[in-house]
């Protein structure tokens, strides 16, 4: 029922145990156990909805065993893996090689009880636990871009932490339980104060919105983007929104049950000023990696038009799953050439680079236009479904606003390609500039060719999340 949470704690411990005890030359173990973990949690969540379990609530309704969880599981398993990949070369002969594997199975692990969580008090340790090694992820480059980025992650992870803390004590309080089913039955009696229901469910959002990367949580994103490690920079701005805004659905929907509050008008405003706010910011970046950070926080707001419908759309929740899908291996591509060129960090420095190397060119391509939302990549089907589910909805306006950011989106990228594929300057034609590591240009293909392939085969896709196939 457990066992892809089980793999990935025994995989956090077995890493963490391996750093006390492997001498420093030794530590590529922890990345084969990683590995291991990552992919045992994988193929037992792909066979877990055999399960009679799977479709119910675990633990006393704590805990739920359905498609959004199931997807949560093979997405954020999917995408570690692929962040190692990409990280090999940066991450092989680290010092702290074994307490980085370490970290980001505790990472993962925590954005799936995150992606799980059908109870308040759940819900508030999953967050600590996506949160806390994500702090020390982001500082591990230790210079001061680094370090800037990881106080920032640390001060606001914590502050609005103590706001979702204190959202929790105040619905338990008024639900007189902590799962969702008695929240939902505790304020639908009609009996609570709903200016304090307001308070404590936009509260509880907070946390959430952090860890999706979304107004107001969002200041940390385009500092990681720019000043972590690269292979752990696509990991902090792919992997923890995949539980955040899985969590932030199933909130959101049992508030809208409950009849006390109307959540979604004030999501589809946070989504709004997320989209337009990411895709503004991003035109006047030079720092491509910057300009990724911004992009993931403008894709957090498309991401949470599918929250705003919740309770009021059947294709809200397939429409996230089938968008998160797309937005992962999208943004890990992105993230994957750059780390395939690691000496261009500016739009500037990436002239000539796809004629230089074509296949990353490709993939720089594909990933971009994925972004954006183009046909056939995945994320257009995501675009696609979650407009249709926000207009489904009766948020109209939301779709006409989330059409213009996409159109408005197209320029930074654009610009990026357009010096990307431009003709390369003549101290490059003489071969003057190395090549990064292989396994990230790998990665960056591999990743680019599952955006195709998710966005080609959506409809099986869309027929598995929609809980006919994973329940």
Wanted: glycine share 10%; net charge positive; with cysteine.
């Amino acid at each position: 029922m457990l066992t892809p949470e089980v793999c990935l704690l025994v995989g956090t411990v077995t890493c963490l145990l391996m750093g006390s005890f492997l001498a420093r030359e030794r530590q590529r173990w922890s990345r084969v156990v990683a590995v291991l973990a990552l992919v045992a949690a994988a193929v037992t969540a792909l066979v877990g909805p055999a399960s009679p379990a799977m479709g119910s609530l675990a633990f006393q309704a704590s805990y739920a065993l359905d498609a959004p969880t199931t997807t949560a599981r093979m997405l954020i398993c999917a995408a570690t893996l692929l962040v190692l990949l990409l990280g090999r070369d940066e991450l092989a002969g680290d010092p702290r090689e074994s307490e980085i594997c370490s970290l980001l199975l505790a990472a993962a692990l925590g954005a799936v009880v995150l992606a799980g969580a059908s109870d308040l008090l759940v819900l508030a340790v999953a967050y600590l636990l996506a949160s806390i090694p994500l702090y020390a992820l982001v500082g591990l480059a230790r210079t001061p871009a680094a370090a800037e980025a990881a106080l920032k992650t640390y001060l606001l992870g914590a502050l609005l932490g103590i706001v979702m803390l204190l959202g929790v004590v105040v619905l338990v309080a008024l639900a007189g339980g902590s799962t969702y089913a008695e929240l939902v039955s505790g304020l639908r009696s009609g009996q609570v104060p709903r200016p304090l229901v307001a308070v404590g469910v936009v509260a509880t959002l907070g946390g959430l919105l952090f860890k999706a990367g979304a107004v107001p949580g969002h200041f940390w994103v385009p500092d990681t983007a720019q000043g972590a490690r690269t292979a752990l920079a696509a990991f902090a701005t792919t992997v923890p929104k995949i539980g955040g805004l899985i969590a932030a659905y199933r909130l959101v929907d049992a508030t809208v049950q409950s009849g006390a509050v109307q959540t979604g008008t004030v999501v589809a405003g946070i989504a709004a000023a997320t989209a337009l706010l990411g895709v503004l910011a991003a035109f006047g970046q030079d720092d491509v990696r910057r300009l990724l950070g911004w992009s993931t926080v403008s894709q957090a707001g498309f991401l949470l038009f599918p929250v705003a419908a919740a309770g009021r759309s059947d294709l809200a929740q397939p429409s996230l799953l089938l968008y998160l899908a797309g937005y992962a291996a999208a943004n890990l591509a992105a993230f994957a050439v750059v780390a395939a060129e690691p000496h261009r960090r500016t739009r500037e420095a990436w002239r000539g680079a796809a004629r230089r190397r074509p296949w990353v060119g490709t993939a720089l391509l594909v990933s971009l236009l994925g972004l954006v939302g183009t046909p056939p990549t995945a994320v257009f089907v995501g675009k696609l479904t979650t407009f249709t589910a926000a207009w489904d909805g009766g948020l109209a306006w939301l779709v006409v606003l989330g059409a213009v950011a996409t159109a408005a989106s197209l320029f930074p990228y654009l610009r990026w390609l357009a010096a990307a594929f431009a003709k390369a300057p003549a101290d490059e034609d003489a071969g003057q500039v190395s090549r990064g590591p292989s396994s990230a240009a790998a990665a960056a293909v591999s990743a680019a060719a599952v955006v195709l392939v998710l966005g080609v085969g959506a409809g099986p896709l869309w027929t598995a999340v929609s809980g006919q196939v994973l329940r």
